[in-house]
């Protein structure tokens, strides 16, 4: 009998843009989406769902055991940078921002993240990044840390 590592640990990644710059217009994000999808599967990583707004996006996946939240989003944005960097389909330099969000979905409630990431569009004619954002440290219990205070 062999050993195998099995989970089920449900997290909704979210990050940004350097400087919360509004970088992808929609036929960027389209492609920037359609890009990490295929990347994540190359990497062994199963993505229900991602969404790239002009400043943030948010990708619900099943961390798999081989990856910690670290090396997944290292993973994800360290490639999706170089990919739109290199297929230039944004004006200028494109860079992600330092740090991010990760945030436990009970299994239960995929089905309702899935759908909040794909109404993001609709989400935000009624509330900010900034504000969605502050939203999540509150309901998970979080406090905003300052530099030097880990």
Do not use: C
């Not at 992600?96 to 969000?101: A, D, I, L, N, T």
């Not at 502050?134 to 309901?139: E, G, N, S, T, Y």
């Amino acid at each position: 009998m062999s050993t195998h590592s099995y989970s089920r640990l449900w997290i909704h990644l979210i990050w940004e843009t350097l400087g919360r710059e509004p970088m992808l217009d929609k036929r960027a994000a389209a492609k920037a989406s359609s890009f990490l999808n295929e990347y994540s599967l190359e990497k062994g990583i199963y993505m229900k769902i991602n969404y790239f707004n002009a400043d943030h996006t948010h990708a619900l996946i099943d961390l798999p055991t081989r990856y910690s939240i670290e090396e997944v989003i290292k993973l994800l944005k360290g490639g999706s940078s170089y990919w739109i960097n290199h297929n230039r389909i944004v004006k200028g330099r494109f860079a992600w921002g330092v740090g991010y969000g990760a945030f436990s979905v009970s299994h239960s409630d995929v089905g309702r993240v899935a759908r909040y990431i794909a109404n993001q569009e609709e989400h935000h004619r009624k509330r900010t990044y900034a504000e969605e954002y502050a939203m999540f440290v509150k309901r998970y219990g979080l406090e905003w840390r300052t530099e030097g205070n880990h």
